[in-house]
Nanobody, 124 residues
């Protein structure tokens, strides 16, 4: 059984930064891709960022490119999302997800396991 536990969410003013963490347990972490998704109130869950199993490939949704950085520490079985220059549109519950294979992927159905989510609120 794979478990994912997110942390690092909170309330921040526009222009501020947060770093989300997701600790994984239960399988060989370093092989599988990881991703971050988010869901704002009244909206569907959307892709934010993805990283390959090796960490060599990453990709982001257009609205966060240049502001967010996904990274992973396979020795610690942890994936991170550094979020800078936050704005109110980034307010959402952020979810960490573990992929079904090693390559980056953008679609929620291609992720096998999900964390419980962490709230990020950006005030204007």
């Amino acid at each position: 059984q794979v478990q994912l536990v997110e942390s690092g969410g909170g309330l921040v003013q526009a222009g501020g930064s947060l770093r989300l963490s997701c600790a994984a347990s239960g399988r060989i972490f370093g092989f599988y891709s990881m991703g971050w998704f988010r869901q704002a109130p009244g909206k569907e869950r959307e892709f934010v960022a993805t990283i390959s199993g090796s960490g060599g490939n990453t990709d982001y949704r257009d609205s966060v490119k240049g502001r967010f950085t996904i990274s992973r520490d396979n020795a610690k079985s942890t994936v991170y999302l550094q979020m800078n220059s936050l704005n109110p549109d980034d307010t959402a519950v952020y979810y960490c997800a573990a992929g079904r294979r090693s390559t980056i992927t953008y679609y929620s159905h291609e992720y096998a396991y999900w964390g419980q989510g962490t709230q990020v609120t950006v005030s204007s």
